[in-house]
């Protein structure tokens, strides 16, 4: 009996001193499209691997604008949770005070093997403040199948073409929208609006910080989004209310011939289980506009660490994003939740290739995707293009005086 009893003591002892060291970080996480779902399954390996450390996942909104949002008052707050913060690309510089400096960490995360675009980003003052987990350039997607039917033998190469095919097929099908979109207010709109501005050869601030929105260019690229509404009428008026997932139902439900989303969206079109469009689905650039050039706007993500986590926390974070940037990782996210890798030789995995050839198709796109302005004060400046661009989008003015107020707000915010 008294060594049935020893025995129980030892034990509760052991899972005691065990629960004692037992490490719990928490980290952010998004759920667009199989990103949680695939996230959930790599923690589970990465928990079994590390026994002493427990990772708790808080679910964030889709919208980036309403994550961004709480972000602030998560770190305005002084709180050490969450630990791990998934932050999106236009991010570090504007949160770099609250974050852990990685940078005597570069070679333990093999920063070396990743695109350098990805680590630039991630690189604020000199230091680097977050690891990148993975990358994202706008994309077209298209019904193979209708352009086939209609005689069209390629993907549309310029946006005229988009609305002259878009026009031809949505006469001839019944409940057809030509063109899917983000049109919502919200940062999705931002990266919208950047890739039709730069493809009719505008942009927002020029090299040395100077607005340079208020040109023929950008009120020309304003105006064909709104046309794509009202004139050409392609685009349902619904689209102003639309994120990604919105855009993403709607192709996915058989109902458009074209859609501009991000990558992750191909691993959902193509599951013959929910979608009615599988094997039906093509990728391509986004059409060039009168400049003669596609534009892709940089997504994608990082992960950083919350300054104000123990030393503890700090280093299970860092074991924890050192696992989920791996190569290993990057190709079961890649090719799982359709999220491009960070990490350059993950492109030229056959697995890769065989579950998502547009991203090796693709490669030099994304690598070359146009950024959008890095500065601490982006948050403010990507409301001012929302509210502006929606305004137009909602006929609540026009492209030419949303402009003209875009630019004005946009001086102000940077005390020009």
Same mark, same amino acid.
């Given at each position: 009996?008294?060594?049935?009893?020893?025995? #129980?003591?030892?034990?509760?002892?052991? #899972?005691?001193?065990?629960?004692?060291?037992? #490490?719990?970080? =928490?980290?952010?996480?998004?759920?667009?499209?199989?990103?949680?779902?695939?996230?959930?399954?790599?923690?589970? /390996?990465f928990m079994k691997q590390n026994p002493n450390i427990k990772v708790s996942v808080m679910p964030m909104p889709n919208s980036s604008t309403e994550r961004h949002d709480l972000y602030v008052t998560y770190l305005a707050s002084g709180e050490k949770e969450p630990t791990v913060l998934?932050?999106? /690309?236009?991010?570090?510089?504007?949160?770099?005070?609250?974050?852990?400096? $990685?940078?005597?960490?570069?070679?333990?995360f093999e920063l070396s093997k990743f695109l350098p675009g990805t680590v630039k980003a991630a690189? *604020? !003052?000199?230091?680097?403040?977050?690891?990148?987990?993975?990358?994202?350039?706008?994309? $077209?997607?298209?019904?193979?199948? $209708?352009?086939?039917?209609?005689?069209?033998? +390629?993907?549309?190469?310029?946006?005229?073409?988009?609305?002259n095919m878009a026009k031809t097929i949505t006469a001839k099908e019944k409940n057809m929208y030509g063109f899917v979109w983000q049109g919502a207010r919200y940062e999705g709109l931002v990266c919208d609006f950047m890739e039709y501005l730069v493809s009719f050869g505008g942009d927002v601030l020029d090299d040395a910080g100077n607005v340079v929105i208020n040109s023929p260019a950008a009120v020309k690229a304003l105006q064909f989004m709104v046309d794509l509404i009202y004139t050409h009428k392609i685009s349902p008026q619904a689209v102003t209310t639309y994120m990604e997932e919105e855009a993403r139902r709607t192709f996915?439900?058989?109902? %458009?011939?074209?859609?501009? +989303?991000?990558?992750?969206?191909?691993? $959902?079109?193509?599951?013959?289980?929910?979608?009615?469009?599988?094997?039906?689905?093509?990728? %391509?650039?986004?059409?060039?506009?009168? %400049? !003669?050039?596609?534009?892709?706007?940089? !997504?994608?993500?990082?992960?950083?660490?919350?300054? +104000?986590?123990?030393?503890?926390?700090?280093?299970?974070?860092?074991?924890?994003?050192?696992f989920l940037t791996s190569y290993d990782q990057q190709l079961y996210k890649a090719v799982n939740a359709g999220q491009n890798p960070t990490m350059m030789? *993950?492109?030229?995995?056959?697995?890769?290739?065989?579950?998502?050839?547009?991203?090796?198709?693709?490669?030099?796109?994304?690598v070359n995707a146009v950024p959008r302005p890095r500065t601490a004060k982006y948050s403010e400046i990507s409301d001012v293009i929302q509210k502006y661009v929606h305004a137009a989008l909602t006929?609540?003015? =026009?492209?030419?005086?949303?402009?003209?107020?875009?630019?004005?707000?946009?001086n102000k915010v940077l005390g020009k």
């Open positions: 009996m008294r060594r049935f009893l020893l025995a #129980v003591l030892l034990l509760t002892l052991a #899972v005691v001193a065990f629960s004692a060291s037992r #490490v719990t970080i =928490t980290m952010t996480a998004g759920a667009v499209g199989k990103e949680l779902e695939v996230l959930y399954a790599q923690l589970d /390996v998934m932050l999106d /690309v236009i991010w570090p510089a504007e949160f770099a005070p609250y974050l852990e400096d $990685l940078t005597a960490d570069k070679d333990y690189t *604020v !003052g000199g230091k680097i403040v977050a690891i990148p987990w993975f990358t994202d350039a706008g994309i $077209l997607y298209y019904r193979k199948d $209708l352009l086939e039917k209609y005689g069209f033998k +390629n993907p549309p190469k310029t946006w005229d073409e988009l609305v996915q439900n058989g109902q %458009a011939v074209f859609m501009r +989303n991000w990558p992750y969206a191909w691993a $959902l079109l193509n599951d013959p289980k929910e979608s009615k469009v599988a094997g039906k689905v093509g990728v %391509a650039p986004l059409p060039a506009g009168p %400049a !003669g050039k596609s534009a892709a706007t940089l !997504g994608g993500w990082m992960l950083g660490i919350n300054k +104000n986590a123990t030393p503890e926390e700090k280093e299970a974070a860092k074991k924890l994003i050192k030789d *993950v492109y030229k995995d056959p697995a890769l290739k065989k579950a998502a050839p547009f991203m090796f198709e693709l490669y030099g796109m994304f006929r609540q003015t =026009t492209p030419q005086k949303a402009i003209e107020d875009m630019a004005k707000e946009l």
